[in-house]
């Protein structure tokens, strides 16, 4: 009778336990308006196994799992820190034999996935057994990786994983070099950060980035994004194309990235791939995780934690690694900043205005308290990336570093448009060893991969000719398509109607047309280069009607 009385409770509990997750999924469908999570089923599952996007691989998913202890409690956090790595599934009872380059040192990736709201095992065994070696494991963390050290003073090329009484996920072994092969290339993203804002503060409010960069390093000066916002213009940045090649420009789809990215290329070319970020847009769902052997999304953390990761990495593993690390407090620069920022402004800039509409508009006029806490908020965050700086000069004190914003804000400007240069004109700074240089020529931020590939002596992603413009596109569903093409002395904007898209009908539009200096004021169409950043424009809009879906 008791035997029975315990097996009811079970049932109770677990029935209870369901009950509760679904009432909690119709609330997250309700909260986020039906927006795609990832993972689909959270929290009734949390995690997700889905086609592996990265190029040339063995392994033919890739798997998404908590990257933090995950309790009932925290089950009301839809932005809980999630990794992804490539995997391969092995069934209970069953082997599998992992091949991989030669060497003495790997570290392994392993997890046992299960539905959460099932009665967890006790534990899990698995046996891996290499040259003359057998190793017997055993681990009781379900639904997280581990990644287990296998050393041998012998080099050796495979490892036997036998799996025992549960079914294993098996990630890409993950190959420790000597460090004398040590070569680091650092991608940093600096969420919405104007170039206007150097323009009127100067580099010193990053002193310790300054400082890092010091005489080795290119200060683009007239860098401009593909896009107004993030998840369109980041699209451009890893792929090197614009809106209208990669067509990532939905806010609620699933579209994803599908062409080559920046971690493609270097994964091919030998690099550990690695991204931590917080910032929302920069997701699975989108493809941002494609070409990275390990990608840690962690929208809820702050600077200190994907800076902590970064170096987590870098102590972790030796050779030659890409890291890409996304920073979102830029772009939160007009919510109430942390205590050091808050103190070390000014009573006047306490004049929080609120925000009507969808936080796209936010202040789309100029702002001179929000200015000032954006201030603060770069000076703050580049105190906290000294700790990365000290250890990338550790790991490669001839590290290649990029360092850029996707887009810049609206509240520094003084005129409404959509692709004025304080929304398009980014911060871009790039760390190549060799003599400072302030570079003053019109460019466009998607040339990112090319420069890096140049350097390295990696094939371009594509042969294109040197441009003396830059061109900024919106496609967003519903609004108006715009470009903006930008030269050394004017920039013209050109304009048709989302039902002019669709149908594909250039036939009216209309434009208006400034000096590069002064964008709030219109100057006459009756010259040469009007004429030819037209051209440029009808041009570019043909090719969207060409590729737009």
């Known amino acids: 009778m008791a035997y029975f009385s315990k097996i009811f409770k079970k049932l109770i509990k677990k029935s209870v336990w369901i009950l509760v997750l679904r009432f909690y999924k119709i609330w997250i469908n309700k909260y986020t308006q039906n927006r795609k999570v990832f993972p689909i089923d959270y929290p009734l599952k949390s995690h997700q196994y889905y086609f592996n996007n990265n190029c040339n691989s063995a392994y033919n998913k890739k798997l998404l799992l908590p990257y933090c202890d995950l309790k009932l409690v925290d089950r009301q956090n839809l932005n809980i820190p999630f990794e992804c790595n490539e995997v ?36 899990f065994r698995f046996t891996i057994e290499f040259l003359d070696q057998r190793k017997e494991v055993q681990l009781i963390y379900f639904n ?6 296998i050393k041998s003073k012998v080099k050796f090329n495979s490892i036997r994983v036998t799996a025992s009484n549960i079914n294993l996920t098996i990630g890409k072994p993950i190959i420790n070099f000597p460090k004398e092969d040590n070569k680091l290339v650092v991608h940093i993203l600096l969420d919405a950060f104007p170039q206007v804002l150097i323009e009127k503060f100067g580099y010193e409010i990053m002193p310790n980035t300054l400082k890092f960069f010091g005489e080795k390093g290119v200060f683009y000066k007239n860098a401009y994004a593909q896009a107004e916002w993030t998840l369109s213009s980041m699209a451009s940045i890893f792929t090197g194309k614009y ?21 493609d290329k270097l994964s091919e070319n030998g690099f550990k791939t690695f991204a931590c970020s917080n910032v ?4 699975p769902i989108s493809g941002f995780d494609k070409g990275f052997d390990r990608f840690i999304q962690a929208t809820s953390k702050d ?19 890409y890291l ?13 900043q942390p205590l050091s920022v808050q103190t070390s ?11 009507k509409g969808s936080s796209k508009s936010i202040s789309a006029n100029y702002d001179n308290e929000k200015i000032n806490f954006l201030k603060g908020c770069i000076n703050n965050l580049d105190l906290k990336l000294k700790s990365l700086y000290d250890q990338i000069n550790s790991y490669d004190d001839q590290a290649t570093i990029i360092l850029h914003s996707d887009h810049g804000v609206n509240f520094m400007s003084k005129t409404k448009g959509l692709l004025g240069k304080e929304r398009e004109k980014v911060l871009f700074i790039y760390k190549n ?41 919106s496609i967003y569903p519903g609004k108006n398509y715009e470009i903006a093409v930008r030269s050394a002395k004017h920039v013209l904007f050109f304009f048709i109607t989302w039902n002019q898209l669709k149908e594909k009908n250039s036939n009216y539009f209309w434009t208006r047309f400034h000096s590069i200096d002064n964008e709030e004021l219109e100057i006459n169409k009756d010259c040469l280069e009007y004429k030819e950043l037209l051209k440029i424009s009808l041009k570019h809009c043909n090719k969207t009607f060409l590729n737009f879906k």
């Open 144 to 149: 997280r990786f581990h990644y287990l050290p």
């Open 324 to 336: 890409f690390l996304g920073f979102f407090e830029t772009h939160e620069a007009h919510k109430l």
């Open 280 to 283: 929302p847009k920069l997701n």
């Open 88 to 123: 391969t599934k092995l069934k209970k009872f069953q082997f599998k034999k992992i091949s991989f380059e030669e060497s003495n040192f790997i570290i392994l990736p392993i997890a046992a996935v299960q539905d959460n709201y099932k009665e967890e095992s006790s534990e």
């Open 243 to 263: 809106t209208n090649e990669h067509l990532v420009y939905k806010p609620r789809s699933c579209d994803q990235i599908t062409d080559k990215t920046i971690a």
């Open 433 to 473: 060893n060799n003599q400072r240089l302030y570079e003053n020529k019109v460019m466009e931020i998607r040339k990112i991969p090319n420069i890096l590939f140049s350097d390295l002596n990696i094939d371009l992603f594509n042969d294109e000719k040197n441009l003396d413009y830059a061109l900024t596109e």
């Open 345 to 355: 402004s000014n009573i006047n800039d306490f004049k929080f205005k609120k925000i």
């Open 303 to 321: 600077a200190n934690y994907v800076i902590g990761e970064a170096i987590e990495q870098l102590r972790s593993f030796n050779g030659k690694q």
